[in-house]
């Protein structure tokens, strides 16, 4: 019972650089989301899916791109990396009246 | 988030009650949530609460809701060093939609 899988754990990268963060869910659910965890801020959403298909913004998207591939996967993109976007990055996902579940996270610090 | 507020900080006696608060603005917002962050870890949902509710209770765990004030808490019984950790806060207009959370508030059980 994985719930909600995000790879990598930790990554570093350097400015300028891109790379795909990548979650999936076996729960069949259909919405899915990208957070945000900066420290005194709580969690911030980047971008969301509420079904296969379609995807929104939400409150801080600027720099980033995702893509639904299926129902169990949606990926977050930084085409080129900056030192400002260095956090955790959580993704979550739930079914119709559900709360969310998420996962453990992605540690992503930019040099 | 902006719309959602906690206190940054809490330090409880082992055996002790905690009592977490949290304020919110958006009226619309019909679900309530308080999930908890352990170090390295991602979030695990602890409780909800529909707007519909004045309290909810499981095991150590009482929320109570006062909508006309906005204002929701948490209430941990018989506080244990287990319970050290970041809790949010977060609210929703409908239980499988986007989340906006507080900022968390850091609890640190002393012996």
């Known amino acids: 019972n994985a719930g909600v899988t995000q790879t990598p754990k930790f990554q570093v990268l350097k400015t300028g650089q891109s790379m795909t963060l990548q979650c999936a869910q076996d729960?069949?659910?259909?919405?899915m989301y990208w957070y945000r965890q900066d420290p005194g801020m709580g969690l911030r959403l980047i971008y969301y899916?509420?079904?296969?298909?379609?995807?929104d913004k939400g409150e801080v998207p600027n720099g980033y791109n995702v893509s639904r591939l299926n129902k169990r996967e949606f990926s977050l993109r930084l085409e080129s990396a900056a030192p400002s976007q260095t956090s955790v990055y959580f993704c979550?996902?739930?079914?119709?009246?559900?709360?969310?579940?998420f996962g453990d996270g992605t540690r992503l610090s930019i040099l | 988030g902006e719309d959602v507020e906690q206190s940054l900080f809490l330090s409880v006696r082992e055996g002790d009650s905690s009592v977490i608060n949290c304020t919110y603005t958006?009226?619309?917002?019909?679900?309530l949530y308080w999930y908890k962050q352990e170090p390295g870890a991602g979030l695990q949902l602890l409780t909800y609460?529909?707007?519909?509710?004045d309290m909810k209770q499981d095991q150590r765990l009482t929320v109570l809701l006062n909508k006309k004030d906005k204002h929701l808490s948490l209430r941990i019984a018989d506080t244990q060093t287990g319970d050290s950790a970041i809790y949010f806060c977060?609210?929703?207009?409908?239980?499988?939609?986007?989340?906006?959370f507080g900022a968390g508030t850091t609890v640190t059980v002393r012996a």
């Open positions: 979550a996902s739930n079914g119709s009246n559900q709360p969310q579940h």
């Open positions: 729960m069949n659910h259909n919405s």
């Open positions: 899916s509420a079904s296969e298909g379609t995807t």
């Open positions: 958006d009226s619309s917002s019909t679900y």
């Open positions: 609460i529909f707007s519909n509710m």
């Open positions: 977060a609210e929703s207009i409908r239980n499988d939609y986007k989340l906006s």
